[in-house]
């Protein structure tokens, strides 16, 4: 008969979730896991495998989370550029309170993407996620008439993505609240 797990599987997820969002992935050892969660290397390995498919599976999770985040605060019934301007703040607020290490998906983005496909691949299916998203309230926003008929959509979706990749980069390498508050808002105008 199999032996029942030791350990709770989503709290472990959610541990090495954040450890590996402090570390990053090149950082964060197997044995760094197994000392920090408190499972024995075994247990891991049986659960997870090797360290490739725990960051996955954590990311994985961690994206999941953003997208409910983002897709509730896209709800909001408030006019569009409230809700985005909210949106941005709240996300530089986030990623620049003291010790934040920052969105795991961009980390990973700048840290793996470049030469490991299951990570572009996620990143890539989280883009197009969020451009979903995004273009989908800015069309509503659209029928409102909040935002003028000759704008795309889908364009300012995929902007907006951009951007919040730039000041996701530039709130982990510099902090500076104000300023990155000041080009969002700046950004935003698209929406005027």
């Known amino acids: 008969m199999p032996r029942a797990k030791e350990f709770d599987e989503a709290e472990v997820l959610d541990q090495a979730l954040e450890l590996f969002r402090a570390r990053g992935f090149k950082h964060t050892s197997f044995s760094d896991l197994v000392d920090e969660l408190g499972v024995s290397r075994q247990s891991l390995y049986d659960t997870y495998g090797d360290k490739q498919t725990l960051y996955q599976t954590a990311l994985r ?58 990570t572009r691949a996620l990143a890539a299916t989280h883009a197009r996620e969020i451009e979903g998203l995004f273009a989908s309230r800015l069309s509503a926003a659209q029928r409102k008439g909040e935002i003028a008929k000759s704008k795309d959509p889908i364009a300012l979706a995929r902007f907006l993505y951009h951007t919040i990749l730039g000041l996701s980069v530039a709130s982990r390498a510099l902090g500076e609240r104000d300023s990155l508050k000041l080009s969002a808002h700046l950004a935003l105008q698209v929406l005027d």
Do not use: W
Not at 73 to 100: W, Y
């Open 61 to 118: 999770r961690y994206l999941d989370r953003a997208i409910d985040g983002i897709r509730r605060k896209l709800d909001d019934p408030a006019p569009v550029r409230q809700v985005f301007t909210e949106f941005f703040d709240r996300m530089i607020d986030g990623n620049c309170a003291h010790g934040s290490p920052g969105c795991l998906m961009v980390n990973s983005m700048v840290e793996l993407s470049p030469h490991d496909a299951d």
